[in-house]
């Protein structure tokens, strides 16, 4: 009986320590997760010139002098809630005219790039997100969403590239992403277009 009894005792004891060193190695998940995107997120402050070594798809070469080269990311499927998806570029000015834009995805799910003019007074971000999870593209000036490839598509991969040349009149445009739940997670960016 007493055995009997111990035993219990001891597999309870047993069962209190497996679920501990469950919680511990969820713990250790969440911070692996929660840092491993973090060197992308620095590497986006470089060029992606780059990357163009790296064996990942690249646009044909044209004779069109400016570029802008966009990045998208995301920190990855545990914050999907939150607003932790990112879209940035550089250079953040342009003179009018064609400009060459490359995007390249960073981050673990598929993106695009929609670019929409602002409105006077109106910033970055302050678009009205539809039940659907997106923006109104009324007005877009142009689109890289096409995987490895120029102009309109189902997205560009994580990992590669997609890329498309426009031509941008003066004034301030908003480059966004408008998948699903990405305005709203913080995909969107002022460029500022000036006159030649
Ligand atoms: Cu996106």
Redesign the pocket.
Known sequence: MTSGQNDTLHRGFSRGVGIGLVVALSGLLLVGFSFAPRPGIGMMGQSPRSWSTNGVCTPPSNSVKQSLDVT?S?MGMMMNRARR?V?SASPSTLVSGKVNILVTNF?M????VVILPLANGQSAGQRIVGTDGKVDETGSVGEVSNNCNAGVGE?ILPGSRGWATVDLAPGRYELI???P???A?G?YYELQVKSL
């Open positions: 998208v995301d998806m879209l981050g799910r598929t993106h695009e997205g992403c408008n998948l739940g990405h305005y997670a995909m």
